[in-house]
């Protein structure tokens, strides 16, 4: 913690306000807030598991798995944008009947951006600043380490202070 004196010039005395700031690391790796111990999906897996783990383990994003290797990522808003229970009364069934039509693979944004295991937490802040998602699935080569989100950020800039 870092005290700041402001000196301020007034009529003939000198005004001393003590401002309390908070130093933030500057380099503070993305190891440190991302969750490690990833759960993820496969690609053969169906909606209503992803649907579910989703639901079950309190979180938005699931990266998709094809074997080891990482091919894309399932977001609960993905999932949500077939649903038809919030327009009509009573559809339950037909939600079901979507879950059921469509694969893992036709949903997923397979497209994704990913960051390295070496990257700060800032650097990820700007990814998220600047794109439009709020997960970025954390690799060190081509294995999947972890996932950090903008939850992550947020609480991270709360212990700040």
Do not use: W
Not at 93 to 112: F, H, N, P, Y
Not at 134 to 146: M, Q, S, T
């Amino acid at each position: 913690m870092t005290i700041i004196m402001e000196i301020k010039k007034g009529s003939g005395f000198i005004c001393i306000n003590d401002k309390t700031t908070t130093t933030m690391k500057q380099r503070e790796p993305i190891t440190h807030i991302m969750t490690k111990n990833v759960k993820t999906v496969n690609l053969s897996d169906n909606l209503f598991t992803a649907r579910d783990m989703m639901i079950d383990n309190h979180f938005r994003h699931v990266p998709v798995m094809n074997g080891s290797k990482l091919v894309g990522i399932l977001s609960k808003t993905d999932i949500m944008r077939l649903s038809f229970g919030s327009v009509f009364a009573n559809q339950e069934s037909a939600d079901e009947a979507v879950l059921e039509m469509l694969t893992i693979e036709q949903v997923m944004r397979s497209s994704i951006r990913t960051i390295n295991a070496d990257a700060t937490i800032k650097e990820a802040a700007e990814i998220f600043a600047s794109e439009e998602f709020h997960a970025l699935p954390v690799i060190e080569g081509d294995k999947l380490v972890g996932i950090v989100t903008t939850t992550d950020i947020i609480n991270y800039l709360l212990e700040q202070y």
